[in-house]
Nanobody, 121 residues
Framework: QLQLVESGGGLVQPGGSLRLSCAAS????????IGWFRQVPGKERERISC????????TYEDSVKGRFTISRDNAKNTVFLQMNSLKPEDTAVYYC??????????????WGQGTQVTVSL
């Protein structure tokens, strides 16, 4: 069972930056595509970014394109989400998830516990 732990969330002012980390419990992280998702209370969880198992393909949801960057270091069993130019509407709980089946994170089966990101003055 792959266990994922997110960190790096917090409170930041609009226009600021945060770097989220997703640490994996196993050294076989390189067989999983890893996605970042976020959820606001009362809304469905949305996939905002995904990186393929070896990092060759990345995808972004339109609202974060150009501001967020996903990357991975398989040697350190960690995936990152660099978030720049943050906006209040980026406020959410952010989750990382592992997908052993696809390169698009559409079948994620292993989830972290989430980390809160709040963008506010």
């Amino acid at each position: 069972q792959l266990q994922l732990v997110e960190s790096g969330g917090g409170l930041v002012q609009p226009g600021g930056s945060l770097r989220l980390s997703c640490a994996a419990s196993r050294s076989t992280l390189n067989v999983y595509a890893i996605g970042w998702f976020r959820q606001v209370p009362g809304k469905e969880r949305e996939r905002i970014s995904c990186i393929s198992s070896r990092g060759g393909m990345t995808t972004y949801e339109d609202s974060v394109k150009g501001r967020f960057t996903i990357s991975r270091d398989n040697a350190k069993n960690t995936v990152f989400l660099q978030m720049n130019s943050l906006k209040p509407e980026d406020t959410a709980v952010y989750y990382c998830a592992g997908d052993p089946f696809t390169s698009t994170c559409s079948q994620a089966v292993h989830w972290g516990q989430g980390t809160q990101v709040t963008v506010s003055l």
